[in-house]
């Protein structure tokens, strides 16, 4: 029964926990400008992040040590400082962005302006990296998050024409008005969005964290292969909302508040009540996960103590970086930057860092010597190999594609 | 050597001005212009619209119309100077400036009315705004249309 308990519990916060402000901002905007036919860039960004979660859960579950760690023994530090630099500027964008959505969803409840609760909720976000248990954070924000499942309410309730939703998803081409490279450009970043770094540095971590051995391995698997495609479909549900009222009135999605449109038009003010919660668990835990990423990243690189399963006192070079990072965070954000502009650049940067991050997963998780009998199979190194060809192909194209495009215009 | 190690530096330098709009160079270009001007406000107008219509059927409370509003109110300025700002190459392109920003400040205006009526919580008011909002954009959709 408990098992059976830690399971669900585990599926429900994996669900809940996927979304983060990248895939409510890209969803969105990619729904309202190309209805559903780049849905397929989720589904193939949902197995991407399966396959390498996957990997990162199980080799924290059998050597008991986070994937960077190992990153850095097995390649040295030369490759892992790459890795390192990489993975912490896109992580540190997300954060950034995480708490300028924490921001943007107090503004929309309470109409008091962002730049107000910046701070405030920056020092939310450190207090609560400092004070509350690493359980509570995961399982309260990830239950919270499942309130997005209001999205998929309303596209039920606003009684689509679903043969038309299928078909564009099913057959994607690119909208008239829209150009071939746009298309890619968004393609890329909603790939990014899928598969950001930060999520197989904190899965992994989140592990050891949580004292994962082999006998869990079936818990992990379960909320790696059926919480993750669970919360790929609230994505989906997201794109599907803004293609049925947001595309037919020309709307481009540039703040959070739009994207709360089509469910405030089918669910009413029970539905934006349930939107809210779910829009403010999704971004303050994925800030919380985001700045323990780069703590956790920072930390096993240089071998210092990290985690929070120890007393912060033991750890302090660990909470040094979080607060540190919460600072830099806040100073971003109050250059009066727009949170939603850097959401869209961080997804597109995570999609350039993505090889950097998930080659050394694969050769880590195929080192014998850490691994023993759970190192890679055929079907875990095949998905793999072809996933690494598919993120080179997005990071490379990447960049030229912002600069033809003028960044999706 | 050193151009190798300045070039991510030329790149991260120009990614931000990427999004900048671009100066017309001929007609062709200002019509562009001024399509990305009327796109960008219909969809301002387009989202102020459906908050007012969810106020005014109550399914959206005034904090979050208030704020959807005033957001898209607040996209109107920078869309008006960035498309005023730009000189109309030929002395014929003077009637699209004037008809793009006619219909740009008369969307904004509809949109302060709205902003208005929401703060004081006037339905009629806001009633009236949402009438004028629709009109408004009526008319951004056919210039837009006769610009191709």
Known sequence: MKKAFALMLGVLTAIGGFVDIGDLVTNGLVGARFGMSLAWVVVVGVVGICVFAEMSGRVAAVSGRATFDLIRERLGPRVGVANLVASMLVTFLTFAAEIGGVALALQLATSVNRYLWIPVVGAAVWLVLWRVKFATVENAFGLAGLALIVFAVAVWKLSPDWSALWSDALRPSVPEEESLPVYWYYAIALFGAAMTPYEVFFFSSGGVEERWSAKNLATMRANVFVGFPLGGLLSLAIAAAATIVLMPAKVEVDSLGQIALPVVQATGKIGLAFLLVGFFAATFGAACETSLSIGYSVAQYFGWQWGKFVEPLRAARFHTVLLLATVGAIALLLTTVDPIMLTEYSVVFSAIALPLTYLPILIVANDRTYLGDHANGRVANALGSVYLVVVLAASVAAIPLMLFTKAGQ | ?148
């Open chain 2, 1 to 148: 050597m050193r151009s190798r190690h300045a070039l991510p530096a030329v790149l991260l330098a120009v990614l931000p001005l990427t999004g900048c709009v671009t100066t017309a160079v001929d007609s062709g270009a200002y019509v562009e212009n001024g399509k990305a001007a009327l796109d960008s406000t219909i969809s301002a107008t387009a989202s102020a619209q459906l908050a007012v219509q969810a106020r005014l059927s109550g399914d959206a409370p005034r904090m979050f119309t208030d704020v959807l509003v005033t957001e898209s109110e607040g996209s109107i300025a920078p869309i008006e100077s960035s498309f005023g700002g730009v000189d109309p190459p030929n002395p014929s392109d003077d009637a699209l400036r004037d008809a793009v920003l006619d219909a740009v400040g008369t969307a904004g205006d509809a949109l302060s009315d709205a902003r208005v009526a929401i703060r004081r919580d006037d339905m009629t008011a806001l009633a009236a705004a949402g009438t004028d909002l629709q009109k408004a954009q009526s008319a951004l959709k056919s210039l837009r249309e006769s610009l191709g």
